[in-house]
């Protein structure tokens, strides 16, 4: 039988607030336990919550950036349920009236397509604390630091069809988070957290088969590996004639494989109610019109217009569109050098390679957008060849200068004079005479491709250096002559 | 609506609760009491009432997004029935 | 000295009749002699006390006391006391030092008021009787076979036993009039918002409320002045100007309307209390008031409603009491599920777990619409009620409590028949509107209270409604024997 995939995820994604979202402790990462736990995030009797207005702001940003209604009045809502890292025996969240409505968020996958994935709602809501399950003499520690830190959780639509699809929505989330400023969605770290419900139907069927939920999963590889698994493992069950179970189940990225979390078959009932400690959130056109005005250029805006203007490829534009710096980066450099193409090349091939073998962020790359301006300059005025631009490019990398310093010490100017050249097509002539002989018996068809040897030959005697186009000239001359 | 033990047991593990064997039949008898005085509620028809869940009409009041805590972590840690390392210890949670 | 009114203290220490070191230790003394009698008492800090009153001593001779300086009070037990054991009444909160003040208590610091000790109470409010506390019954100064009436019946039992001028107190359903009336002594609770909740260990966060109970309108003016205002840290208290609640007091009653809702009156009010409130309410036409017959037709489902309401919250409220941070935990749990439901189980007493579990039930996958959707919608209909009946009338009034006090453990066997002690006063909180018990005569020597019902943010009328009947009554100056 042919199966379809149903995905939906569910991304947990923590603000970028100084503060946490119903009390003034610090949100920073990696402090001591329980160093940033007052006594409104530790649940002492008698605390109140008070709601921070930059956690609200940041969920109407994301809101207004995947067009989603944002709805005059939201409610919070207490979930309750007992867990050792949940301090007050409920989590405070978001139910049934969320700040951010239904609205949808375009992916483009790697053959350039694009599709349109719905986004159900995204509601505020407090994180919980980290239980440590180290050995303490067969107990468990329990840090509340990161208890109350604000967290958007994003529930899509059943809208995704592949762990592929899955990927490029989440990193479209992640893309679009980081251009609005709201998260810096370290997975590492935890920042941003997803859990993916899967689900297999035969494929033109309607009704959506029973889907298993895979919980936490904290990296794009994990997520796509997890998906995979489970798509396996559910397809596997049912054409076995077995059934999908309704579960939680947790990734092992050491095994790689979903595992059942044993869970005591008590259907959690997390008895919602609105918290009567906090008053409705009522937003009015004025605020949401200022935030609107706030908002940046945003990923798929970029997208579509580094296609209209720069006539680049679908593929292209995404990747320098996915981060807010690189696409600062591009138009810089596609700008100065007048050149999009070639600039689009540059970024998405040496500097993106460099970047990723030495793993580091744009921010931190040893090559600036101007200094790269610059290289491609040379490669445009014949000053040096596309290939001798990336040993320049190295150069650069490592330090040494900028790029006509480089070329000047190391004498890697591209030689444009003709008579050497042609005292180098010579020598390669005269050297290879079989060669030759082959080249002028052949006909025009195999021609160009046998060209390619003298081509080689030549731009190895000249280290590189000649000018590869009237190399070609002149061979062709002297060949064909 | 009648409320069986099983009901008294469920609500008792969700509020996580231990209650012992003998004293279920109270409970349930006790909340049957209470059930039934909340029962008058029905015969009132409540169709388009919008539920009330605060007495004011206020809405929520938003605060800067400033740090004002201090780490107090000795202070508060004091009050807890154990601790070490700074974190706060349970039985083994068992995931 | 233990007499006097806080009005009538603060005079006496401004004319320097006595300091309030003096003051301190007559009403430390009085304690430590009577309140065996009453329990009125969980916590006693005479060395804050008097470390307090020797502040106020010397801003009093620098003459910048405010009129609270060196007052001594006491604060119910169910505001947090930095430094000072705070407990709810539980077991669950016997060992909680509480490590930040409550807002109502950080201004009672502020004003310079001495803080005697912290009251007695129904563990976590619940109860109307004081006798749910885990530290024993609080006993009522006119009859110690009788209750105090609850949740605040240690803060209504000290003043009327002269323990303290006043005391803090809370209402959620008629916890701080209820004692009042059945104490003969005067309690205030205010609008919802108007006193901040930070630091008030919260039972149902949507209706209660702190308010003074002291032994005269006039002192519940000086002590509400001390504890209104918006505060940041509160959601839900409001920000609106605070008027001086003692400037009004004496405004003439002339042309005051006051409503009596049929439904108070019925033929199941005992006749005795009926007597005592027309007997008021001729009073009040005396001084200038007319009377009209108005209608809460919603009134009687007041009680199924806010028992729905208050457990739900209540469930989820008390959720933190988990034995992870403070507070009690049981000898050597086996796992994580055996650590909660032992320690919760052996915490919390017998009312507490009742509502917990009523709570829990009307929450609970298949009940919510039944029950506590239904209750939301109810109380609606019951604010309703109210808003429509104070566009004719200025003040509605009826009983405080359907019977005088009763003998201890009468009613502890069934919870129904001790809910529908509230079912006069529980109507105001789901509405969120202030109320007051006046003291207004007795039946067989026991207070019956007058409860006089105000619109939002009306507590100043309520006060003078009230302050100008007790200058022309005696009642709030009765004593029990002995005091």
């Known amino acids: 039988m042919q199966w379809e995939t149903v995905i939906g995820l569910e991304i947990h994604v923590q603000l970028a607030t100084q503060s946490k979202i119903f009390s003034g402790s610090s949100t920073a990462f990696g402090a001591e336990p329980n160093t940033q736990a007052s006594v409104i995030d530790l649940g002492f009797p008698g605390v109140l919550p008070v709601l921070n207005e930059e956690a609200v702001r940041m969920a109407v940003k994301f809101g207004l950036a995947i067009d989603a209604n944002i709805d005059e009045k939201s409610v919070f809502a207490r979930k309750n349920y007992f867990y050792p890292d949940l301090p007050k025996g409920y989590q405070i969240s978001q139910f049934e009236l969320p700040i951010v409505g239904k609205g949808y968020i375009e992916i483009t996958l790697e053959d350039g397509s694009t599709r349109v994935i719905g986004v159900t709602r995204a509601h505020l809501e407090e994180d919980a604390g980290k239980s440590l399950h180290e050995d303490f003499h067969g107990m468990t520690g329990i840090d509340l630091n990161r208890t109350g830190t604000p967290l958007l959780e994003i529930v899509s639509e059943p809208d995704l069809r592949s762990a592929k699809e899955a990927i490029a929505y989440l990193k479209q989330i992640h893309s679009l988070i980081r251009y609005l400023g709201i998260s810096d969605g370290n997975m590492a770290e935890g920042s941003m957290r997803c859990d993916a419900n899967v689900s297999m139907r035969p494929k033109g069927q309607k009704e959506f088969g029973t889907r298993a939920e895979i919980k936490n999963v904290n990296s794009f590889r994990f997520v796509e590996k997890a998906i995979n698994f489970e798509v396996e493992r559910q397809i596997d069950l049912l054409e076995a004639g077995g059934k999908v179970v309704q579960e939680t189940r947790l990734y092992d990225s050491t095994k790689d494989e979903t595992r059942s979390m044993r869970s005591k078959e008590e259907a959690n009932d997390y008895r919602y109610f609105p918290d009567p400690d906090l008053l409705p959130v009522v937003l009015d056109p004025a605020y949401i019109q200022s935030v609107r005005d706030s908002l940046p250029e945003l990923p798929h805006q970029k997208r579509h217009r580094f296609v209209e203007q720069f006539n680049l490829s679908a593929y292209d534009a995404d990747l320098l569109s996915t981060e807010r710096e690189t696409a600062e980066y591009f138009e810089t450099v596609a700008t100065a050098a007048g050149d999009a193409k070639l600039a689009a090349n540059w970024v998405n091939g040496e500097l993106a390679g460099a970047l990723n073998r030495d793993n580091l962020e744009l921010a931190q790359s040893p090559v600036s957008a101007e200094q790269l301006v610059q290289l491609l300059k040379r490669i445009q005025d014949d000053t040096i060849s596309g290939k001798i631009a990336k040993t320049v490019f190295e150069a650069m990398w490592n330090g040494e200068g900028d790029a006509d310093q480089i070329i000047e010490t190391k004498g890697l100017k591209q030689v444009s004079d003709s008579g050497a050249i042609e005292a180098l097509v010579d020598e390669v002539i005269t050297n290879s005479p079989s060669q030759v002989e082959n080249y002028r018996n052949a006909d025009d068809a195999k021609r160009p491709k046998m060209l390619g040897y003298f081509v080689g030959q030549v731009m190895k005697a000249s280290k590189g250096q000649a000018n590869p186009k009237q190399v070609n000239q002149i061979l062709l001359r002297k060949l064909n002559s | 609506m009648t409320i069986e033990r099983t009901d008294v047991q469920n609500a008792a593990h969700l509020a996580r609760i231990a209650i012992d064997e003998n004293s279920i039949d109270e409970f349930t008898q006790d909340l049957a009491n209470i059930l039934a005085l909340v029962d008058q509620m029905q015969a009132v028809n409540t169709d388009n009432i919008e539920p009330m869940a605060h007495p004011t009409d206020a809405v929520q009041r938003l605060r800067p997004d400033q740090v004002t805590e201090v780490n107090q972590r000795e202070h508060f840690q004091a009050l807890a029935p154990a601790t070490e390392n700074g974190l706060y210890l349970v039985p083994k949670v068992i995931e | ?483």
């Open chain 3, 1 to 483: 000295m233990h007499n006097k009114t806080i009005a009538e203290l603060s005079q006496g220490l401004s004319a320097g009749e006595y300091s309030s070191t003096e003051l301190t230790q007559d009403f430390l003394r009085r304690i430590s002699t009577l309140d065996k009698k009453y329990n009125s008492f969980i916590t006693l800090t005479p060395e804050q006390a008097l470390a307090a009153a020797e502040l106020a001593d010397q801003s009093r001779a620098a003459g910048n006391a405010g009129a609270f300086a060196g007052i001594p009070m006491a604060h119910k037990d169910i505001f947090c006391t930095n430094g000072i054991k705070t407990t709810c009444a539980s077991k669950i909160l016997d060992n909680f030092i509480a490590p930040y003040d409550a807002t109502v208590v950080e201004k009672f610091k502020l004003a310079g008021a001495v803080c005697l000790g912290k009251t007695n109470m129904d563990e976590f409010a619940m109860g109307s009787s004081n006798e749910t506390s885990f530290y024993g019954p609080v006993r009522n100064p006119w009859d110690t076979d009788c209750v105090p009436g609850g949740s605040s019946g240690g803060s209504a039992a000290a003043v009327a036993a002269r323990l303290a001028p006043g005391a803090t107190a809370t209402d959620t359903g008629g916890s701080i009039r209820q004692p009042a009336a059945l104490c003969g002594v005067t309690g205030l609770k205010p609008t919802y918002g108007r006193v901040s909740r930070w630091g008030m260990i919260a039972f149902a966060s949507s209706l209660d409320q702190a308010g003074p109970i002291a032994q005269t309108a006039e002192d519940c003016a000086m002590m509400l002045n001390v504890m209104a205002g918006f505060d940041v840290k509160d959601s839900t208290s409001i920000d609106r100007a605070v008027p001086d609640y003692s400037q009004d007091l004496n405004n003439s009653l002339e042309g005051l309307r006051i409503g009596l809702p049929k439904e108070f009156f019925t033929d199941g009010l005992d006749p005795a209390i009926a007597q005592c409130l027309q007997a008021a309410v001729r009073e009040y036409e005396k001084l200038g008031a007319t009377v009209t017959e108005i209608s809460l037709p919603h009134s009687d489902l007041s009680v199924p409603v806010y028992y729905v309401i208050a457990p739900a919250e209540c469930s989820s409220n008390l959720s933190r009491f988990d034995a992870v941070r403070y507070g009690y935990r049981c000898d050597d749990p086996q796992d994580l599920e055996d650590l909660y439901k032992r320690s919760r189980g052996e915490g919390f007493g017998r009312e507490v777990k009742r509502r917990i579990l009523v709570g829990t039930y009307a929450l609970s996958e298949g009940y919510f619409d039944a029950y506590y959707l239904k209750a939301q919608k109810l109380r609606r209909l019951i604010k309703e009620d109210f808003v429509k009946a104070y566009d004719e009338v200025d003040v509605i009034m009826g009983p405080t409590s359907p019977s005088t006090t009763f003998k201890l453990g009468e009613k502890t066997t069934d919870p129904v028949s001790m809910y529908l002690a509230d079912i006069f006063t529980i109507s105001t909180n789901l509405a969120g509107l202030p109320g007051m018990s006046v003291p207004c005569g007795f039946v067989d020597n026991k207070p019956v209270g007058l409860h006089v019902i105000g619109n939002y943010f009306d507590e100043a009328r309520l006060l003078n409604v009230a302050h100008r009947y007790q200058q022309v009554t005696d009642w709030h100056q009765q004593t029990p024997e002995g005091i």
